[in-house]
């Protein structure tokens, strides 16, 4: 905690930088709905990346490398973890057959939640880990504090990353979401239409107030970010359990850049079958880090080495080796 109170300033200049971007994307740039185009969308992942990486700078410049590459780390884990919310992005705006101009809408609110539960959960997340710590004990010769919760994240990662690996595809655009619990909350304390009206979230029809498939997709969009926070949370908790500020500020910032990046990636997501054996390999590292923190301390520097590699040699062996085609 002690980042937030000796440094006011960066968060302040944080907040200011993310509240200024999100009125002019909404309030100028997306004022109207329409399909964002391919350049458009590259224009918005460089200008997201590049804030991320100006702000990282900032904070080597007034706090040190240390917390630099601490940045760095969970910015890239939660940016290379987000890839999957992306083939969610695709299976969503399918099913519900959400109409092109309208995505960047859904996707701005459904962000706009994704800042709110993050805060919750890496904030209280903090308070619980600084409350978990057990008593120092003598374990293999020496002397060492075991934090409860991390080692728990610890095995969830690693187990999680294992079963990565071996997993199967399962990113079926013809998938039925008509079971899903976030859709089963909306029929149960709403009347839904079943038709849209513009780009609006609520209608009226005979004088009855009901919401539209588009608020039933952001509903679905802002219920899977919290399934995968399961994962990505515990992830970057390895690279600064003890702070919140490196912790939100990194993981804001990859946020704001998914909707960019679905625009920029959504026709080419098939060409990234390796990603996933990278993301395995993330999880796994992450997950052995947290468990033998109390016992040996991997340098910040390392972590984003090799976080770093893994990444760009899993997205490389992607295009090197591409997925086979399965003629129908």
């Known amino acids: 905690m002690d980042h937030l109170i000796n440094h006011p300033g960066l968060l302040t200049g944080f907040g200011i930088v993310v509240l200024v971007m999100l009125l002019l994307d909404l309030g100028v740039f997306n004022r109207h709905s329409h399909t964002v185009s391919t350049k458009e969308a590259l224009i918005w992942t460089v200008v997201w990346i590049g804030l991320a990486m100006c702000f990282s700078g900032v904070i080597y410049y007034y706090m040190d490398f240390e917390n630099f590459a601490r940045f760095q780390s969970a910015y890239w884990i939660e940016k290379a ?15 519900f057959k959400v109409p092109k101009e309208y995505h ?5 609110w459904g962000i706009i939640g994704a800042l709110v539960f993050r805060a919750i959960f890496i904030f209280a997340g ?11 004990m003598e374990l293999f010769g020496k002397t060492v504090k075991i934090n409860a919760v991390l080692t728990i994240f610890g095995i969830f990662l690693l187990v999680s990353g294992i079963k990565s690996w071996f997993a199967k595809d399962e990113h079926d655009e013809n998938q039925d979401l008509s ?5 089963r909350m909306v029929h149960k304390f ?6 849209y009206d513009g780009e609006k979230f609520f209608t009226v029809k005979n004088g009855v107030r009901m919401v539209t498939p588009l608020f039933v997709a952001l509903m679905v969009i802002e219920f899977t970010d919290l399934i995968f926070a399961v994962d990505s949370i515990p992830a970057i908790f390895a690279i600064a359990p003890d702070d919140p500020f490196i912790l939100y500020t990194s993981n804001i910032f990859a946020i704001l850049g998914l909707r960019s990046l679905y625009f920029l990636l959504a026709n080419f997501m098939d060409k990234f079958s390796k990603l996933k054996y990278g993301l395995a390999i993330i999880l796994s590292f992450i997950g052995i880090k947290m468990i033998i923190s109390p016992f040996y301390h991997v340098e910040s520097v390392i972590s984003l080495s090799v976080i770093g590699s893994v ?9 090197l ?4 085609v399965e003629n129908s």
Do not use: C, G, Q, W
Not at 190 to 195: G, T
Not at 311 to 319: G, N, R
């Open 81 to 95: 973890l987000s890839v999957d919310n992306l083939f969610v992005f695709i299976l969503v705006f399918t099913f």
């Open 104 to 108: 960047h809408r859904v996707l701005f």
């Open 126 to 136: 903090v308070e619980i880990i600084n409350m978990t710590y057990l008593p120092a």
């Open 179 to 183: 079971k899903n619990f976030a859709v």
């Open 190 to 195: 709403f009347k839904v239409s079943n038709e």
């Open 311 to 319: 990444l760009i040699l899993s997205v490389v062996a992607s295009f």
């Open 321 to 324: 080796f591409p997925k086979k």
